[in-house]
């Protein structure tokens, strides 16, 4: 079992749609949560962080997070082209460690 | 606002050859990771320090050896290099294990 599992996809939704991302990790003393965006032959982009149970928002994203069910999820608001990407759940396992697992990544087509 | 930097961004060595990426962290950051990137694979991380001192390792191979300096730029030595070797490498820096933002990678081609 990866410690950190998604599912590759493609997932495809309809410009304006919401596009759903899910992520689940399998150390559950793990502390620290991130969604990373990657677009083809570039470095991944940070565009969540999330550490404590609950929701989180940020413009268009929003950080789910359920440590009782060891799962992270990623909401992307009217989604656009630009956002087609693959999207990389990440996680620190705990405090004292400094090594950040990824996820195999989703991949996300907007359709126009 | 400053970023990671990375250098040189793009590598070509033989077999065999020895290969050194340099990383130059965000200022006032303590911690830099350095992950690995084949073709339609995820990041796989390799080792990172903190605060200058070896602090985790991942599947980093015997061939591969890294460091962190005092001024908190890191290094990633690759000797005998294989074919297999040729991916993208990328370094990140965080302040603690907080948000790790990444540089612009180095693609090693080994031919």
């Known amino acids: 079992q990866k410690e950190v599992e998604q599912n590759s996809g493609p997932l495809s939704v309809p410009e304006g749609a919401i596009a759903s991302l899910n992520c689940t990790y399998s150390?559950?003393?793990?502390?620290?949560f991130f969604w990373y965006r990657q677009y083809s032959g570039k470095s991944p982009e940070l565009i969540m962080s999330?550490?404590?149970?609950g929701d989180k928002e940020d413009g268009r994203f929003t950080a789910q997070l359920n440590k009782a069910s060891q799962y992270v999820s990623l909401l992307i608001r009217d989604s656009q082209p630009s956002d087609s990407a693959t999207y990389l759940c990440a996680v620190n396992q705990r405090d004292s460690s400094y090594k950040l697992i990824f996820g195999s990544g989703t991949r996300l087509l907007v359709r126009p | 606002a400053a970023g990671v930097i990375q250098s040189p961004r793009h590598l070509i060595k033989e077999k065999r050859e020895t290969a050194t990426l340099k990383c130059y962290p965000i200022p006032r950051h303590d911690t830099v990771y350095w992950y690995q990137q084949g073709p339609g694979q995820d990041p796989q991380f390799l080792i990172s320090?903190?605060?200058?001192?070896?602090?985790d390792k991942g599947s980093i191979p015997d061939r591969f050896s890294a460091q962190q300096f005092s001024d908190y730029h890191s290094e990633l030595n690759m000797s005998s290099l294989e074919l297999g070797d040729s991916a993208l490498y990328f370094c990140a820096s965080s302040f603690t294990n907080t948000e790790a933002f990444f540089g612009q990678g180095t693609r090693l081609t080994v031919v």
């Open positions: 320090f903190y605060e200058k001192m070896q602090s």
């Open positions: 150390d559950r003393g793990s502390q620290s």
């Open positions: 999330i550490y404590s149970n």
